[in-house]
Every structure is written in C-alpha cells, then in structure tokens.
C-alpha cells in the first residue's frame, strides 16, 4: 500500500506553550524508538507561538493505526492544552485507518495528479 500522511494543526492554550512543547518532546522520542512506519514526524510552532502544525508521513495505514495506538491513550493530555484545529489527511487510508482519524474530525484528500521522487 501507498504511503500516505497527514497535517494537524493545534491551537495553543494562552500561557501552555512551555508544556505543550513536554508533551512534543515526549511523543517524539516514543515515535521514534517504537514506530518504524512513521517515516516523518516533524512539528513546527507559527512565529508566535500560538498555533503548531504536525506533520507525519506513514509507510501504510497499517503504520497510521500502530501511532494511533501508541498515542492515542495519551492524546486527551495534550488536547487539554492545545485544541485540535485542523487534521487533513492525503493517500489511499484503509477503512480502519479513516475510521481513527474521523474521530478527530479529519477531511481526507486523495490524490489525482503529481509524482513523488
């Protein structure tokens, strides 16, 4: 299967942005040591420090469901300080992958045209 990805955005909660920036720095080190179908896990702050951007690449959505998984438990935690504003999910997402993101309210793109190198 494809790989697909998905950008998240979040919504900082005034004076949260110091925990918010814990709770990243712990969701990326167990991405990291336990989730090799995450391919990219990258987490960007706007310039004043109000909203982030998320992006993750997945090697399938069998690697989607494995994260959701291993985050999902702890994501309640990190929503208490930073709404969910957006989550825009691109590739061909099996049923059970589509099913987990829907519950954050995920619009899905798929794609019709491009390459990739």
């Known amino acids: 299967m494809a ?3 998905y ?3 979040f919504t ?3 004076g949260q942005l110091e925990a918010f920036k ?3 720095a712990g969701y990326i ?3 990291q040591a336990g989730e090799p179908g995450t391919l990219i896990y990258e987490w960007s702050l706007e310039e004043n420090g109000n909203r982030c951007m998320l992006h993750e690449v997945f090697e399938s959505s069998e690697a989607l469901l494995t994260h959701f998984a291993n985050v999902g438990p702890s994501l309640p935690d990190l929503i208490a ?3 969910i504003t957006r ?3 691109f590739g061909d997402v099996s049923g059970e992958a589509r099913a987990a993101v829907g519950t954050l309210g995920a ?3 798929t794609g019709f045209a491009g390459f990739t190198r």
């Open 7 to 9: 950008l998240l955005e």
């Open 29 to 31: 080190k167990a991405v």
């Open 12 to 14: 900082i909660n005034d």
């Open 3 to 5: 790989k697909l990805s």
């Open 22 to 24: 814990e709770k990243a």
């Open 81 to 83: 300080i930073a709404l």
């Open 107 to 109: 619009k899905h793109f």
């Open 87 to 89: 989550l825009e999910v």
